[in-house]
């Protein structure tokens, strides 16, 4: 009886514990986002990483594809603030402190959020990082804004792209790419 017991009592915890594989638990990881035909995400979270001199600079974002869709003036509106990538808002991570259009920004975890227009662009730090898109951003919480001109390029970037250039040890410069659009601003070391 008491082996009857004890073997029901493990196939209970064994139907009740979320499936494994490898010793890893990856339902803790499943994001809300739509798949194409179940495979991998349309917008998965990635990174962009550089050393700009010994100051290590990261960028977390949803990389929505273009998938034949009209992007800016379109799937991203213009002159409305946006998360910069799909899902959860972007964010950007100063290792040490930097310097943005004159503006100093602590070492940290910070919102990168941007306003396109057709012409420009407003690029925006905000000390809000952690939310689903842009549904609870608050314009007092900015740090910096930069007024940036927006470059058009001849070929198209299927995937919205950051990159994290160093252009000299004390200064780097920080790209965005989609669709036929480019926008940069530069980061110098404090």
């Known amino acids: 009886m008491q082996n009857l017991l004890i073997i029901c009592s493990l196939s209970l915890l064994l139907a009740c514990t979320p499936s494994k594989k490898n010793g890893h638990d990856h339902?803790?990881?499943?994001?809300?986002?739509?798949?194409?035909?179940?495979?991998?995400?349309?917008?998965?979270?990635?990174?962009?990483m550089a050393n700009?001199?010994?100051?290590?600079?990261?960028?977390?974002?949803?990389s929505p594809s273009k998938r034949g869709r009209m992007i800016f003036g379109g799937l991203v509106g213009f002159d409305?603030?946006?998360?910069?990538?799909?899902?959860?808002?972007?964010?950007?991570?100063f290792g040490k402190d930097v310097i943005v259009n004159?503006?100093?920004?602590?070492?940290g975890k910070y919102g990168l959020f941007t306003i396109p227009g057709e012409k420009e662009w407003t690029i925006i730090i905000s000390r809000d990082w952690d939310m689903h898109l842009a549904d609870?951003?608050?314009?007092?919480?900015?740090i910096v804004r930069i007024i940036v001109p927006v470059q058009k390029m001849d070929e198209t970037v299927e995937s919205l792209t950051f990159e994290i250039t160093e252009t000299d040890p004390s200064q780097g410069v920080i790209t965005l790419s989609w669709d036929q659009t480019r926008v940069s601003f530069t980061v110098r070391n404090k």
């Open 52 to 62: 700009v001199g010994e100051n290590h600079i990261h960028i977390d974002y949803g």
């Open 27 to 48: 339902e803790a990881h499943s994001t809300p986002e739509a798949t194409d035909s179940g495979n991998k995400p349309l917008s998965p979270r990635t990174t962009a």
């Open 136 to 142: 609870d951003y608050d314009q007092a919480n900015d």
């Open 80 to 93: 409305q603030v946006w998360a910069t990538g799909a899902h959860k808002a972007t964010f950007i991570n």
């Open 102 to 107: 004159g503006e100093p920004i602590e070492a």
